[in-house]
């Protein structure tokens, strides 16, 4: 991928599933680090608590992709022009309204007394690929570079990139590669983690509170703890 170029879906889908799935393993042994990321297979919402966002919504084979950077000219509190958000979506489908209102909702902040949407950028899918109503090196440059990395589309390049970003672990690494392959060849049924993966969550997490706001991160991207796991394959045999 190039930054002329725009990305395709697919590639953001994919970046998206391995991001959340090592962040949920990196808050094991970083609390904090749920504070940073919430993926519920539809609402993919980033604060990098340094004034950046980042909200894209997924449904079917359509996304939208909202983003708020401060340092950009396009932030209203910087620039000389009357703020619209429409202008970021100019060329958008109608059809794809909805979905931007529902991205829109993630980010409100308080701008001349009003609490509304700021967004410095935006994308929206068309096809197998994004589009925006500016060029993708502009949109990049005001605010999606936030996910470059989940832009990346060689896994390996990706993860060492994670790798360095948290300062993970090899085993780590591991674990979150063998959990998104996983994950990526099963769309319609759930992973389990083996008893092994959940002996080394455990022995990984600072906290209980860590332990489980890792395991809710990963159920909901379908990767259940091994009893969960095991109950929902009994109910699915009984059906």
């Known amino acids: 991928m190039t930054t002329f170029s725009y990305p395709k879906v697919s590639v953001l889908r994919r970046g998206v599933f391995l991001r959340a799935i090592l962040n ?7 609390d904090d680090y749920a504070r940073l ?9 980033l604060n990098s608590l340094d004034g950046k966002y980042a909200a894209i919504v997924f449904e079917g084979n359509n996304v939208v992709g909202v983003f708020f ?8 509190y ?11 979506f100019i060329g958008m489908p109608k059809s794809l309204q909805a979905l931007a209102d529902q991205a829109l909702r993630f980010n409100h ?4 007394g009003n609490t509304m949407a700021l967004v410095t950028a935006a994308f929206w899918s068309e096809g197998e690929y994004l589009k925006a109503a500016v060029s993708w090196e502009e949109v990049l440059a005001n605010g999606a570079h936030i ?3 989940e832009l990346i589309d060689e896994i390996d ?16 690494i591991a674990l979150a590669r063998s959990l998104f392959e ?3 060849i099963t769309s319609e049924t759930s992973v389990v983690l083996s008893e092994s993966e959940m002996r080394w969550l455990e022995s990984h997490a600072e906290s209980s509170e860590a332990l489980k706001d890792c395991l809710r991160a990963l159920q909901a991207l379908r990767i259940l703890p091994p009893q969960q796991g095991q109950s929902v394959e009994k109910l699915s045999s009984r059906s």
């Open 182 to 184: 996983r994950r990526m």
């Open 157 to 172: 390049l990706a993860l060492k990139e994670w790798e360095e970003q948290y300062a993970c672990s090899p085993d780590c």
């Open 147 to 149: 996910i470059r990395i």
């Open 69 to 76: 950077d401060p340092d950009s000219p396009n932030n209203p």
């Open 37 to 45: 990321l919430s993926w519920d297979g539809k609402n993919y919402v």
């Open 24 to 30: 949920a393993i990196a808050t094991t042994e970083h």
């Open 109 to 112: 902040q308080s701008y001349e």
């Open 78 to 88: 910087k620039s000389h022009e009357q703020y619209e958000t429409k202008r970021f």
